[in-house]
C-alpha cells in the first residue's frame, strides 16, 4: 500500500508539473500555490468521475455472513452491488451449509463427461435449469439494498450461523493510480487540469484589473485567462460526449 501511494504521489507530481510548464513555468512566475495545483486536480477527478463511464470497473467481493447480523459496510471504491451468488439453496447455518448433492456429481460424470456413453448436454442443461429453480423457490438468492452514500448492504435475511461467504457482483470506481496512467485518459486529466488551472488564475487576475506601476500601471489578462480555462474544459467535455477517453457508448433504451 505505502509503495502504491508514493507511486500516485508520483504521478500526480509529474502531472503538476506538466500543467507547470503549460503554464509558462520558468519563464514567468505563477500565482497558484500547491493548495491550488490540488483543487485543480480534486476538480479534474470529480468531474471525470462524474461523467465517464470509464471512471468504474466491474468487479466482484467476497463477503463473510455473520449470525443475526443483516447490515454490511463496503470499501468506499464500490459503487453499486449488482447481485449476490451463494454456494448453497436454502438455510443459511454457516460455512457448512454446502448444498452439494451425490446426484448432481453423479449427473456431472454421467452426462457431461461421459456424454458419448450416456445422456448429454441436453439433459445436464436441464439438470442445471432445475438447480437455479431451487435456488430461487429456496433461498439459493438474496434480497438486499445498497446503499452508495454510507456503503452498507442490507440483506432482507438475517444468517443463522457465521462463517458463510457469499460472492458480489460489483462495480468500484478505478483507483487514481490507474487513471493516470492509463494512455486512453492521461492526456484527458492534462488537458482538463490546464484549463482548471487556467481558471483559477484568471479569477484571481480578474480581482486586481491594473497593477499600479510607472506610467499608468499594467493590465492584468484575468478574464481572458478564465476564459480560456472554461474555453479548455468545455471541449474536453465535449470529448467525453464523443467517448476519446474509452468509455463505453450509450446503449438502446426502449421506453
Known amino acids: 500500500m505505502a509503495e502504491q501511494q508514493d507511486t500516485l504521489s508520483q504521478l500526480k507530481q509529474n502531472l503538476i508539473e506538466y500543467v507547470q ?10 500565482e497558484l500555490d500547491p493548495a491550488h495545483y490540488e483543487a485543480a486536480y480534486q476538480k479534474t477527478l470529480g468531474t471525470y468521475r462524474q461523467r465517464a463511464t470509464n471512471a468504474f470497473e466491474e468487479s466482484y467481493a467476497f463477503l463473510e455472513m455473520t449470525e443475526d447480523q443483516n447490515v454490511y459496510k463496503l470499501p468506499d471504491e464500490i459503487q453499486s452491488v449488482r447481485q449476490v451468488f451463494r454456494r448453497t439453496i436454502g438455510n443459511m447455518q454457516g460455512p457448512y451449509s454446502s448444498s452439494f ?10 452426462y457431461l463427461i461421459n456424454y458419448n456413453y450416456a445422456g448429454g ?8 435449469g432445475y438447480t437455479e429453480l431451487a435456488a430461487r423457490m429456496f433461498g439459493g438468492f438474496l434480497n438486499y439494498t445498497f446503499n452508495p452514500v454510507t456503503k452498507q448492504i442490507q440483506f432482507i435475511r438475517n444468517a443463522r450461523g457465521s462463517g458463510e461467504t457469499v460472492l458480489l457482483w460489483t462495480y468500484n470506481l478505478r ?33 486586481f484589473a491594473t497593477i499600479a506601476g510607472p506610467q499608468g500601471g499594467t493590465a492584468l489578462n484575468g478574464a481572458a ?6 474555453a479548455i474544459m468545455d471541449a474536453k467535455i465535449e470529448d467525453l460526449k464523443n467517448y476519446v477517453d474509452g468509455s463505453q457508448p450509450l446503449t438502446w433504451v426502449i421506453g
Request: proline letters at 3%; zero cysteines; aromatic letters at 10%.
Open 21 to 30: 510548464l503549460q503554464l509558462g513555468s520558468q519563464i514567468i512566475d505563477l
Open 101 to 110: 448433492d451425490p446426484f448432481a456429481a453423479s449427473s456431472l460424470n454421467t
Open 225 to 230: 485567462m478564465k476564459a480560456e480555462g472554461q
Open 121 to 128: 448436454l441436453a439433459t445436464y442443461e436441464m439438470w442445471a
Open 175 to 207: 483507483p487514481e493510480i490507474q487513471l493516470l496512467t492509463d494512455y486512453s485518459t492521461s492526456q484527458w486529466f492534462k488537458d482538463y487540469m490546464i484549463g482548471a488551472s487556467k481558471a483559477i488564475i484568471g479569477e484571481a487576475r480578474e480581482k
